[in-house]
């Protein structure tokens, strides 16, 4: 982390959260985060965001949706626009999360659609990559992610309009974290590729978050580490006091 970029710390509630237990949750969180040193975002399910958005509206916690169509509107049954999204309330979006990519069949062509109609709507993408076990026993984890990158990014975008989440796919909901050195070299790597496909500047602007099992007791050597900007918190993020423990240790 340098001084240029600010913390960014993301609760994905994934689908969990029935009304009461997330308007509480999204209160409580609201209620720790008076005077926070980073930027606070929690991702309820779609059907949670406006009474999860009336719960923290008048805190520092934003809200952001878990996915959206790459298209803005019309015969797309069970989807979920970004104008919607925005319309909500929100001012992010999680995209290409392993398990959209795993239980979805996203590509990451659907990936890259989808965050361009993310911008097109003012929402700021959070575009997850990460390797699976495998890639990376095989020692491609490098050559995944860069390939993940040129293919789900937009072509145009500036430092403070689009999110990176690197999410080692084999740390999420397994309680195996990456080491803070696995962390910081993948984040490293993923900075200076960025480098290379955007610009120099609009590389070191941009925030990088570890995601994969990050808690309490681990978030402080993560978000030590020198590129990672912050954290997209599953698990932990459900109990209002380990998420808030982990925005405070950024
Ligand atoms: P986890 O999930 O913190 O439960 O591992 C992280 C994520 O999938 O965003």
Request: proline share 5%.
């Given at each position: 982390?340098?001084?240029?970029?600010?913390?960014?710390?993301?609760?994905?509630?994934?689908?969990?959260?029935?009304?009461?237990?997330?308007?509480?949750?999204?209160?409580?969180?609201?209620?720790?985060?008076?005077?926070?040193?980073?930027?606070?975002?929690?991702?309820?399910?779609?059907?949670?965001?406006?009474?999860?958005?009336?719960?923290?509206s008048h805190s520092a916690v934003a809200l952001g949706g878990q996915d959206c169509s790459d298209k803005a509107s019309g015969a797309y049954t069970g989807d979920v626009s970004a104008p919607m999204l925005k319309d909500a309330g929100c001012r992010y979006v999680i995209l290409g999360h392993s398990e959209r990519r795993a239980y979805h069949g996203e590509s990451d062509a659907t990936v890259k659609a989808k965050a361009i109609a993310a911008l097109d709507a003012?929402?700021?993408?959070?575009?997850?990559?990460?390797?699976?076990?495998?890639?990376?026993?095989?020692?491609?984890?490098?050559?995944?992610?860069?390939?993940?990158?040129?293919?789900?990014l937009p072509d145009a975008f500036d430092a403070t309009s689009l999110v990176i989440a690197y999410e080692p796919v084999w740390a999420i909901g397994t309680g195996r974290t990456a080491t803070p050195e696995q962390a910081q070299e993948v984040h490293s790597h993923i900075r200076a590729h960025l480098a290379i496909q955007t610009a120099p500047e609009v590389a070191s602007g941009m925030r990088i978050l570890y995601g994969g099992s990050m808690k309490p007791e681990n978030a402080g050597d993560l978000l030590g580490q020198s590129d990672v900007d912050g954290g997209l918190i599953g698990g932990a993020s459900l109990k209002a006091a380990d998420f808030l423990a982990i925005a405070a240790a950024s």
């Open positions: 982390m340098t001084d240029s970029r600010r913390y960014l710390i993301a609760g994905n509630w994934k689908m969990n959260m029935l009304r009461s237990d997330g308007v509480e949750l999204a209160a409580a969180v609201a209620e720790g985060a008076t005077n926070p040193n980073c930027d606070l975002i929690v991702c309820p399910p779609a059907q949670l965001l406006t009474e999860v958005g009336t719960a923290i003012g929402l700021i993408p959070i575009v997850c990559v990460g390797e699976t076990e495998a890639e990376r026993d095989q020692g491609k984890t490098m050559a995944v992610i860069s390939a993940q990158l040129d293919g789900s």
